[in-house]
């Protein structure tokens, strides 16, 4: 059993509310390895048919990032985590401060932070010929601005051990029918080389996890049907294998591994 060495440090995970998601399995992993973790989320109200929150697909995505973390907060419970849910908007300058003065206030230091809150257009409309002002301004507001002022908050409240992993998406390079989407994921890993770079110094690694399709609970029955036959691995990726591969990039182990970007994606859009 690999011992990542992370007992006791403090992780902060933004995008964390759905119990499916990347951001929850990710805490619930840092928090089986004896990390304290600080969840971080914004409620994303979206019309989902309650009738169909029952079975993976659109409507049980949506109201899972439209509700609290109360599921979440229940696991970490049982599993007898040491946490702290902080429900904020990261795009927020002021608000980044207050998530930070929380977490120094409870922990007295961060030593992870996970990028890993996101947004975007779900109504078709970020394509060339349908892209509104808003939907471009919502996306990077949270994808880039929002991943931008936690690392600004990181680097600024640095201690003895620093680790950054951003998600971004596999496609991020080519993304028609998403195009703010998967530019907002490029720019984030043109920022993840960049301040590795800057923070190198500081014994500070930056790393980015560019996932490919993986079942956060969006993926229904027949898109999975269209999606598995172009994922060479031949399945769905899993919060899990993103989770675990973070746990990683956080570890003592990685510590010379910086301003990479890792597609963890079973061979989909290398």
């Known amino acids: 059993m690999v011992d990542y060495g992370l007992k006791d440090r403090v992780a902060l995970v933004t995008g964390a509310n759905n119990p499916q998601g990347i951001g929850a399995t990710t805490a619930f992993a840092f928090a089986r390895e004896g990390a304290k973790v600080v969840l971080v989320y914004k409620r994303i109200p979206r019309p989902f048919d309650q009738t169909k929150t029952d079975r993976n697909g659109a409507d049980k995505y949506f109201q899972a ?127 993840t080389r960049s301040i590795a770079l800057e923070v190198a110094k500081y014994g500070i690694t930056v790393n980015c996890v560019a996932p490919g399709p993986t079942q956060t609970g969006w993926i229904d029955d027949d898109f999975a049907k269209e999606v598995i036959p172009i994922i060479p691995m031949g399945k769905l990726i899993q919060p899990q294998d993103i989770a675990d591969t973070i746990l990683f990039l956080a570890s003592e182990q990685a510590r010379m591994l910086t301003g990479q970007v890792i597609k963890v994606s079973g061979g989909h859009a290398l």
């Not at 907060?73 to 040491?82: I, N, P, R, T």
């Open 65 to 191: 990032n439209a509700g609290n973390a109360d599921v979440v907060e229940s696991k970490l419970q049982e599993m007898g985590a040491d946490y702290l849910i902080i429900e904020s908007d990261i795009s927020n300058e002021n608000a980044v401060k207050e998530i930070y003065s929380k977490t120094l206030e409870r922990y007295g230091k961060v030593d992870i932070l996970v990028n890993n809150a996101a947004d975007g257009d779900m109504d078709g409309l970020d394509t060339i010929e349908k892209i509104t002002p808003n939907v471009i301004d919502e996306t990077f507001a949270v994808n880039v601005r929002g991943s931008i002022l936690m690392t600004h908050e990181f680097i600024k409240h640095r201690g003895d051990y620093g680790r950054i992993i951003n998600l971004s998406t596999d496609a991020a390079q080519v993304f028609a029918g998403q195009i703010t989407y998967g530019a907002s994921k490029a720019t984030l890993e043109a920022l």
